[in-house]
């Protein structure tokens, strides 16, 4: 396999990686950031930790260096504009991505809390590992708020959706 | 917010983390291991890479280690039951998995594809990071096969899912 084809077939296996679409913020010397990301894992359940895959070379990932904190909001369905604005669609940046979409608390850590997200998980920075063009945040998790009403937010194949439950003649396939 | 409702709340906020089933497969020494695992990520383009997480004692973790490599098989709808197998649900282990549901051939590197998934992604190891009770598993992408036609199979709220595209109503939100 060449490397361009291989590089174009993992381009279009991750398309297939379907993952909830999330906000991750921070907020450093009064100053709020956050971009939208797919790459966010549950890791360890002792202590309660998440990982979120950031490219190595953004604005968003200096300020949770430098803050010590991030927030991982998961969208619900009604929160499809949030995403759009904080993966850049409206050429928004830094503040001005908040003040365009969602309704924003701050967390006792500082970093930004999205109203109605499904949750919002708080964690301290606990290491940085930069592999390739992507660095993996990992977090110890400090406060959580749940809203667990809507639906989830889902990207896969280059769109939005969201989670039916199968039929139960498919569950017993 | 006590240890104990922390930890309760954390685990309630991962399940509204939906994300695609995958099963991550290994073959060392003749001997097949495999297990169900929903904590992936695409990590880095350049080179290409992903990242999975998985439990730090389990079986799997070590036969993948020792043998270099891991594919990681995204699953469709119909392979429900490939992932209940995977994931323990009938007490097979080892070989036993592989043989109780899915069909399967050898990649170049040995590991396991997953006949019909929608993507069999093989990653050579490039490091193991052990962070509390999970490590995450870091590799270069050397082989993709693709099988694009059927839905993803979803994990979110303790139950099976699949993608619905979002009703335009609703995207313009």
């Known amino acids: 396999m060449s490397d361009q084809s291989l590089v174009s077939d993992f ?9 909830s679409v999330n906000v991750i913020t921070s907020q450093h010397d009064g100053s709020r950031n956050g971009l939208t990301a797919t790459a966010v ?6 202590p309660v930790s998440m990982l979120v895959c950031i490219h190595k070379d953004v604005q968003a990932l200096a300020e949770i260096r430098a803050s ?8 619900s369905t009604d929160q499809q504009s949030v995403s759009d604005v904080f993966a850049g669609s409206t050429g928004a940046r830094g503040e001005q991505r908040f003040l365009e979409a969602g309704n924003w608390t701050s967390s006792q850590s500082g970093a930004p809390m999205l109203d109605d ?3 919002s998980v708080v964690c301290e920075l606990e290491e940085i590992n930069t592999s390739g063009t992507h660095s993996i945040c990992i977090g110890h998790v400090r406060e959580v708020r749940l ?3 809507s639906s989830p937010l889902i990207y896969a194949r280059q769109q939005y959706g969201t ?3 199968l039929p139960e003649t498919e569950k017993a396939a």
């Open 117 to 119: 997200a499904l949750a």
């Open 68 to 75: 010590g904190y991030f927030c991982i909001n998961v969208l």
């Open 147 to 149: 809203n667990r009403g």
């Open 41 to 46: 894992c549950s890791l360890s359940m002792e």
């Open 163 to 165: 989670l039916t439950e």
């Open 11 to 19: 381009k279009q296996a991750m398309q297939e990686l379907a993952a």
